[in-house]
């Protein structure tokens, strides 16, 4: 890793136009890629993003294109570069979607099929017919719930449905990596097929305890361990940006990778054992810093364990709740007009006194933490004549709020772990209507910090202190001191007979597709 700074802090000094030392981080998400140039002081010289097309082949099924997520970011890459002038990129950071899979042919370097995204759930059969043993075991190991959110099972179903995909595995031709390692691959042209602990963590075939491929669940799923990339520290050196003719950027080392919701917390300054954070965006994703000490949930209860981040020769571990959709019921009702923008839907719910009785459980992939229903849908009670379209708009902001108090309440009753202060970032944290609320409910301080940006600065945080740009955590406190606070102010019979409608509500729309 000292290798790979000296290279660089070398060669700006030899062109003597370090005007400005700076973080470049890649923040690969789920509907965009993004690039943001960070400086010392935690504020965003310039950023690009980038959409790219959503794929819905067929019902559950959800996919990208990796290729196209590759140009995405080279696009970001170059637009962010050249709103700088003469900045000396120290180092680059990467920080992605997780979970989503890809398998490429590493001779051709093109992907046998399309990235298959963490929200697709067409691997939900495979899941249910893992025998109860393999099942304890893949818990024990892994700390994950058996579910298609996860890589394994994607994985299996691409190597069983593409056409001589088992045996160019066989061949030693294929390789498997998350999002992460698939840009890794690309940016070294091939050089380094690595990952960290906090995307391997996410694999479902990862034993977080021994910090290794767990060749038991390898087998199980008939995947070779040929095809995994190495893992390593997340504040590891995994490579240098080749001289791509598509880049301007040449032996920048990559000096940090951590998948997103890991980011998000280590961009939060959730450093202590009992600090909680949640990334409010496509879905809601709640991390506990549990300490050096994996804690674990019960072999049939609804909490992960997971790897929070490895850091200075030291991994910490996480109790996480994964909430798949949260701002996809907001997009939902712009989809079908009930609103056109997120505004408007803020706008909406505060123009009513409550939700009228109506209650939205925004399923639409199934539940998440601490459910875990892969055939549960989104449903709608307590319709009636008088409802309108304000009641609906409140009824799925409020469905934000009220999935993490199941996540919370779940926490308390299993491990005895109640965070007094929750730190939040994501796009709905511009809700002041959610994070209230998110506050009446689980009768706790909810601090959001100003600069909204915590998924990329974690990334460029971890990167910029492994190459000195900063010298300890306490800078990184400091720079998120500033924050604005929501305390609760509902009344606790209002809050308890909310609560009491809302999981009668998700009883209903459990398990709506299991029998057809």
């Given at each position: 890793m000292i290798q790979c700074v000296e290279t660089i802090d070398i060669l700006c000094i030899m062109l003597g136009v370090c005007k400005v030392e700076l973080i470049l981080t890649i923040d690969q998400g789920t509907t965009s890629t993004r690039v943001l140039l960070v400086d010392k002081a935690g504020n965003v010289a310039a950023k690009a993003q980038n959409e790219f097309t959503?794929?819905?082949?067929?019902?559950?099924?959800?996919?990208?294109?990796?290729?196209?997520i590759l140009e995405s970011t080279y696009k970001a890459i170059n637009d962010a570069m050249a709103a700088v002038d003469g900045a000396c990129i120290l180092a680059t950071a990467i920080t992605n979607q997780r979970e989503t899979t890809v398998v490429w042919n590493k001779t051709t370097g093109k992907p046998i099929y399309n990235a298959i995204v963490w929200q697709c759930?067409?691997?939900?059969?495979?899941?249910?017919?893992?025998?109860?043993?393999?099942?304890?075991?893949?818990?024990?190991?892994?700390?994950?719930?058996?579910d298609a959110y996860f890589s394994a099972t994607k994985v299996k179903w691409i190597l069983d449905n593409v056409p001589d995909a088992r045996q160019q595995m066989q061949s030693g031709d294929l390789l498997f990596g998350t999002i992460d390692t698939w840009l890794i691959?690309?940016?070294?042209?091939?050089?380094?097929?690595?990952?960290?602990?906090?995307?391997?963590?996410?694999?479902?075939?990862?034993?977080?305890?021994?910090?290794?491929?767990?060749?038991?669940?390898?087998?199980?799923?008939?995947?070779?361990t040929s095809m995994l990339p190495k893992a390593l520290h997340s504040d590891s050196c995994f490579g240098t940006i080749s001289a791509l003719e598509v880049l301007p950027l040449k032996n920048v080392p990559i000096l940090s990778v951590l998948g997103d919701q890991q980011a998000a917390l280590f961009g939060q300054a959730c450093f202590k054992k009992g600090d909680a954070k949640n990334t409010y965006g496509t879905g809601c994703f709640i991390l506990v810093n549990t300490g050096e000490q994996r804690v674990y949930?019960?072999?049939?209860?609804?909490?992960?364990?997971?790897?929070?981040?490895?850091?200075g020769g030291k991994v910490q571990y996480a109790v996480e709740g994964?909430?798949?959709?949260?701002?996809?019921?907001?997009?939902?009702?712009?989809?079908?007009?009930?609103?056109?923008?997120?505004?408007?839907?803020?706008?909406?719910?505060?123009?009513?006194?409550?939700?009228?009785?109506?209650?939205?459980?925004?399923?639409?992939?199934?539940?998440?933490?601490?459910?875990?229903?892969?055939?549960?849908?989104?449903?709608?009670?307590?319709i009636t004549r008088g409802t309108t379209?304000?009641?609906?708009?409140?009824?799925?902001?409020?469905?934000?709020?009220?999935?993490?108090?199941?996540?919370?309440?779940?926490?308390?009753?299993?491990?005895g772990?109640?965070?007094?202060?929750?730190?939040?970032?994501?796009?709905?944290?511009?809700?002041?209507?959610?994070?209230?609320?998110?506050?009446?409910?689980?009768g706790i301080q909810i601090r959001r910090p100003k600069n909204a940006e915590d998924t990329?600065?974690?990334?460029?945080?971890?990167?910029?202190?492994?190459?000195?740009?900063?010298?300890s955590l306490d800078e990184i406190i400091e720079i998120n001191s500033n924050a604005i606070s929501y305390s609760p102010s509902m009344d606790s019979e209002d809050v308890n007979c909310q609560r009491g409608m809302w999981k009668k509500a998700v009883s209903r729309a459990k398990g709506w597709i299991q029998d057809t």
């Open positions: 959503q794929f819905f082949p067929q019902e559950s099924y959800v996919e990208h294109d990796p290729l196209e759930r067409r691997t939900a059969e495979i899941c249910e017919n893992i025998p109860s043993d393999m099942r304890r075991h893949i818990k024990k190991s892994t700390g994950l719930n058996i691959w690309n940016l070294t042209s091939g050089k380094v097929n690595d990952t960290d602990y906090t995307n391997a963590s996410r694999t479902m075939l990862f034993d977080i305890d021994g910090l290794y491929w767990d060749s038991d669940i390898c087998e199980y799923f008939d995947i070779s949930g019960s072999l049939d209860g609804g909490l992960l364990s997971t790897i929070a981040w490895g850091y994964s909430i798949f959709n949260a701002g996809t019921a907001i997009q939902w009702l712009q989809s079908i007009e009930l609103i056109s923008t997120p505004r408007e839907c803020d706008g909406l719910a505060e123009a009513v006194a409550d939700n009228g009785g109506v209650y939205f459980v925004p399923a639409f992939t199934g539940l998440g933490a601490p459910h875990w229903d892969m055939y549960a849908r989104g449903s709608m009670f307590g379209r304000a009641h609906i708009a409140r009824a799925a902001l409020e469905s934000v709020s009220h999935q993490v108090c199941d996540f919370f309440e779940d926490l308390e009753a299993e491990l772990i109640s965070p007094k202060i929750l730190r939040v970032d994501g796009g709905i944290t511009a809700s002041k209507f959610v994070m209230q609320m998110q506050s009446d409910l689980l990329a600065l974690g990334a460029a945080f971890m990167a910029g202190l492994s190459c000195g740009l900063w010298h």
